[in-house]
C-alpha cells in the first residue's frame, strides 16, 4: 500500500477486556517497529521485527502484551485483561530494512480502556 | 540506556518569528539523530536526519538542525516560522555505538503559529 496502515483507528475497551491492534506495513518493509504513545508524551517502544522474527521485547510492559508478525508482513499487537493505564495511542512503524533508517509511521489506534 | 530531552514542551510563535527547538540525548558514542513532524490529524513524518559528515543538516520546508557532539545536541531551527509549521516536534536518537538500533523519542514540542 501506500503508507503504513493501522486499524481500527480508535478502540474503546472496558477493564479486563482482550484488544487486538493489527498493522499494514509498507510492501517489502522488513523492520516493524510498536510504540505507546501516553497524552503529552513522546512515543515509546515496545517492541521491533526484523521479518517474522522478534528481535526485542524489551519494551513490552508487562506480560499482558503480546505481538506477532508470523508471515513477516502484517503484525498484530495483542494486550490481554486491558487496565485503565493501558489507554494510550500504539503506533506502528515500518522500514526497508537498515536499522539506522527512517521511520514511516501510520495513523496509529487510540486505545481508551473504561 | 540513551534518553532524549526536549526543554521546550509548548512555544507559541508569531508568523516570521524564529524558532530554535532543544534537544540533548544523554548517551554519547555515535548516534544517528533524527526530526520527525506530526501535523495535525497526520501521521508523525521525517523532518531531517544527521548520520555523519556536516553537522548542519537541512531538511524540508526550510528547516534546519546543527548536531554539537560536545553538547549532546542536535536543535532544530527555522528563521522564520509560517503558521503551516503548527505541529508536533519531535526529536529521535539511534545509538549505533550501543548496538540496539532502537529509535529513541523525546516527549515532543508542540509549536503554535500565529498568523
Known amino acids: 500500500g501506500a503508507g503504513v496502515s493501522q486499524s481500527p483507528r480508535y478502540k474503546v475497551a472496558k477493564r479486563g477486556q482482550d484488544v487486538a491492534l493489527r498493522c499494514d506495513p509498507i510492501?517489502?518493509?522488513?523492520?516493524l517497529f510498536w510504540y505507546q504513545q501516553a497524552l503529552g508524551q513522546g512515543p515509546e517502544f515496545l517492541t521491533y521485527f526484523q521479518n517474522e522474527a522478534q528481535l526485542d521485547k524489551s519494551g513490552l510492559p508487562s506480560d499482558r502484551f503480546f505481538a506477532e508478525r508470523p508471515e513477516g508482513s502484517v503484525s498484530t499487537l495483542k494486550i490481554q485483561r486491558t487496565q485503565q493505564e493501558d489507554s494510550a495511542v500504539y503506533l506502528c512503524a515500518s522500514s526497508r530494512g537498515q536499522l539506522n533508517e527512517k521511520l514511516f509511521f501510520g495513523s496509529g489506534t487510540q486505545l481508551s480502556v473504561l | 540506556a540513551q534518553s532524549v530531552s526536549q526543554h521546550n514542551h509548548h512555544v507559541i510563535l508569531s508568523e516570521a518569528a524564529s524558532l530554535e527547538l532543544g534537544c540533548n540525548y544523554s548517551y554519547g558514542g555515535t548516534v544517528n539523530l533524527f526530526w520527525y513532524v506530526q501535523y495535525p490529524g497526520q501521521h508523525l513524518q521525517l523532518l531531517l536526519k544527521?548520520?555523519?559528515?556536516?553537522?548542519l543538516v537541512k531538511g524540508i520546508k526550510g528547516f534546519e538542525a546543527e548536531f554539537i557532539k560536545s553538547k549532546f545536541s542536535f536543535n532544530l531551527r527555522k528563521p522564520s516560522v509560517q503558521w503551516s509549521d503548527t505541529a508536533e516536534y519531535f526529536c529521535?536518537?539511534?545509538?549505533?555505538?550501543?548496538?540496539?538500533?532502537?529509535?529513541?523519542f523525546g516527549r515532543g514540542t508542540s509549536l503554535i503559529v500565529h498568523p
Open positions: 544527521y548520520f555523519s559528515g556536516d553537522p
Open positions: 529521535a536518537v539511534i545509538t549505533i555505538s550501543g548496538g540496539s538500533y532502537i529509535p529513541t
Open positions: 510492501s517489502g518493509h522488513v523492520s
